[in-house]
């Protein structure tokens, strides 16, 4: 008898140990409970993608509704991190799951070990940057047309990512003048010309004066002048974006070709390329 009871006192030491709790919890001695996401990996074993997909939709509804401080609990964090935060997830749901397990670990600081919020906070504020890193937030897979204006410097200021082809046309036939003495031009530039030992946006060999430009900026800054003229292909090698403008160094003077009431207007195209 006094060893069933021993037993009973004890326990039973090899009995499973109890699963890890799921949904909103609090141990003995915390201030609040804390969202405890499911596993994941486990739930998509068990019950298929499906299940996985709504887990980490209900577990970001949760966790938004403590950020939100719809909880009442003490925790309310900045409504525009939150929502950046939700437009990253929505955009990449599976980085829900991570980003719940780490928020499970703050939201114990806090709540059981008394922790100062602010970390956690912090911590919410920087992770649409952490969680986008080096992606490129608009690849390149549309075709858009503008027009050239050929009394200001550089525009059409289009993003790109690493990696794309960006094919680049100017019309052939549309003309302009690049100074009140000089001849009419095309996006090709002036013939006979070149940007070498010039001032001029663009001063390779094969640049022209006037003719239509093509500058890659990265994330970093540094940038890339390039020409285009009529046709040409851009490769950046990161992300960034590409302006253009005509090789000149004054645009006030600049005019564009009229004939019979009509003044030409020369078409920018992008595209992706091959």
């Given at each position: 008898m006094l060893s069933a009871l021993i037993l009973l006192a004890c326990g039973d030491k090899n009995a499973d140990p109890a699963p890890p709790p799921v949904g909103w919890h609090a141990e003995e001695g915390w201030t609040a409970q804390c969202w405890f996401p499911p596993d994941f990996e486990g739930l998509e074993s068990g019950q298929g993608i499906t299940a996985r997909r709504m887990a980490r939709q209900d577990t970001l509804e949760q966790m938004k509704l403590q950020w939100l401080g719809?909880?009442?609990?003490?925790?309310?964090?900045?409504?525009?991190?939150?929502?950046?935060?939700?437009?990253?997830?929505?955009?990449?749901?599976?980085?829900?799951?991570?980003?719940?397990?780490?928020?499970?670990?703050?939201?114990?600081?806090?709540?059981?070990?008394?922790?100062?919020?602010?970390?956690?906070?912090?911590?919410?504020?920087?992770?649409?940057?952490?969680?986008?890193?080096?992606?490129?937030?608009?690849?390149?897979?549309?075709?858009?047309?503008?027009?050239?204006?050929?009394?200001?410097?550089?525009?059409?200021?289009?993003?790109?990512?690493?990696?794309?082809?960006?094919?680049i046309r100017g019309t052939a036939t549309d003309k302009y003048r690049i100074s009140e003495d000089g001849p009419w031009i095309t996006a090709d530039g002036q013939e006979g010309t070149m940007g070498v030992g010039t001032d001029l946006p663009c001063d390779l060999e094969s640049c022209a004066q006037g003719m239509l430009i093509g500058r890659f900026t990265n994330e970093d800054g540094v940038q890339d002048v390039f020409p285009i003229g009529t046709g040409a292909t851009y490769k950046p090698t990161a992300h960034g974006t590409i302006s253009v403008t005509i090789n000149d160094t004054s645009y006030y003077d600049n005019v564009w070709f009229k004939s019979g009431g009509i003044t030409d207007r020369t078409g920018v195209t992008f595209s992706p390329g091959n």
């Open positions: 719809k909880r009442d609990d003490g925790v309310s964090f900045s409504p525009g991190a939150v929502d950046d935060l939700d437009m990253v997830l929505l955009g990449a749901p599976e980085k829900t799951e991570l980003v719940s397990r780490k928020n499970l670990e703050m939201c114990k600081q806090v709540m059981g070990a008394g922790a100062d919020p602010g970390s956690w906070s912090s911590w919410i504020n920087g992770l649409p940057d952490v969680l986008t890193e080096g992606e490129c937030m608009l690849p390149f897979t549309y075709t858009l047309f503008d027009y050239l204006d050929i009394g200001m410097g550089w525009h059409m200021s289009v993003p790109v990512c690493a990696g794309d082809v960006v094919d």
